[in-house]
């Protein structure tokens, strides 16, 4: 009788065996890598929107306060998006024949809503609340990004649960002088500021001009967790109810 | 002395040589035509697994909400259909790692067919815990990994216990049954009677070649292997018990259910090899190699562990008693007088009355009584976990939550689907694969002083 197998049969079998090993260690940390990758969370995604709205224009350019449009967002648990009413007070003198703005303009005439599409989209079965994040001195920076960079508005974190605990973990990372919360910039880049130097002068009277910014930003930072009574909130009754 | 030789006589036949042991083995697979009643039993095994393709499909479409579940019976016939499949298992485990520790050599010819009763029996009892996820689709929640929600399982529940158990229990008894196969797949190859056939047993016997060193490596394996799954033996219905007495419900809450739970695993397990034996004899004609001595030994087991079970029942009726607390004692008498009281006297019935029969003899060496038997215990260990799952329920400590508990056809459907697969699984088995392990009765012979070829 011939031989079953060619003396490539046990070589072979330990290459196939050795690719089903890769094979499976290969799907699994793919499936780990795409679960944390901005195709699945949706960072850096762009929602299209019924008019190209540029917060690079009103907030960078124009110097716009969030609470102006986002009128809820320092007592309510939803920031709210602008009636179209809010939009004429300015766009009834400015650009009022602009043909960008045009849906605009309709929407007033016929008195009906424009249909803005949100871009931090949380899971229904988280309860986010605004008024509580402004309120204890997190920067809607902190999960925005810089809007005023942002030519067309996109999601700026990866809104997974474990980004939202590395904040709620440890909160103090985050908090910046009430003053400071509707400015768009991060807290590094503010160390100079007015409102800055006022929030570390009262913490701190004494104040050394040798010490690094970074230092300067650590201290503030603790002197605010403990002021604004700062607290770790990881039950899970804190997002969901 | 005299007694032990004639036993050993009796495990096999009289004029066996190793030639003759692999070649009945073997021709089942690789000579003999397919019966007309495997043929008939696959045919109803197809139509059965219809029930559970069906059965899950339509769960899928329309969720949980189709079984007969409600408030406050929230674990209906799934989770009875998963301890029960579970249970079945445990005789396989038991047959080939505590009695191979133990040297019961009668084990030889059936442990083959028990390890892979144990395995199908596993993969039936793995579907219901899934399917009784509310969102199926995530079941890969209960498996630790690194998720983007940051979260873990829960690893103080016992539900995630019983993960662990059932996924260990899956690995140890298939790398068991696997290993134990390899010197027989090596002689399939070789009796093989064409190319193709021989190179496929020839792949999965991966090269072994029955020299002594191949033996050495193997029978320490193998006893490292049966030293780590004897304690799954215990280990794995304990895990399931704890889903039921770590919780506070009053009939639940209880330490006797651990040893009690695996005292019935291996009581339904036995009933189950005697099911599968019993008819494998008769249609592949092996009588002589599972012989009547075989049976004898495994009614054996079967009337000890039933014993251990009737205890259980006991006890539990005496600790309702002892602790004389309303609840509880309530609990109790609504079993045997309740709504469902049919459920417990048939319970008593087939699994404390009906085997008591196992005391004579001429019982235990009947095929036909032994079949009936077993398929009462068969019946009667499905009612034990209906009764503890849906009994201590449907009537908890608020009158107005009081309600009973009807299995829907989707309930059933899964019951009768589950019965295919594993009815399919253990056909195509017998048809494609050694089904009694011819190395070991080989080395029966052997011992035995048999005629050498």
New interface residues.
Partial sequence: M?Q??TPAA?SL?RSALGCIALLGVGTLSTM?IA??SPFM?GQDRIVEQPIPFSHQHHVGDAGIDCRYCHQGVEDSARAGVPSTQICMTCHRELWSQSDMLAPVRNSWQENRSLRWRRVHDLPDYVFFNHGIHIHKGIGCYSCHGDLSEMPLTMQAR?L???WC?DCHRNPQQHVRPRALVFHSKPLKSLTSTNPFRDALSETKPEHLEAETSSAEIKLLQTQLAKKYKLKSRTDCYTCHR | MSSEDRARTDLLPANASYESVSEQVSSIVLKKPTPRSWKFSFLIGLLMLQALLLGIGWLFAYGVGIWGINIPIGWGLAIVNFVWWIGIGHAGTLISAILLLLHQEWRTSINRIAEAMTLFAVACAGLFPLLHLGRPKLFYWLIP???????WPQFRSPLIWDFFAITTYATVSLIFWYLGMLPDLATM?DRAQS?FI??IY??LA??WRNSARHWHHYQKLYLLLAGLATPLVVSVHTTVSWDFSVGIVSAWHSTVFPPYFVGGAIFSGFAMVLLITIPLRRVYDVKDLITETHLDKMAKIMLASGMTVSYGYLMDAYQAWYLNEPYDSYIYTNRFSGPYDYCYWALILCNCVIPQALWFPAVRRSTLFLFGISLCIQVGMWLERFIIITLSLHRDHLPSDWAMYYPTIWDWALLVGTGGLFLILMLLFLRLLPSISMSEMRELVHQKGGSNP
């Fill in positions: 011939t079953l197998f046990n079998m780990l679960a944390r969370t990866p997974t649960m474990q605990l | 990994y690194p998720a983007t929600t940051d979260m190859r190319h021989a190179r020839g792949v991966l090269g």
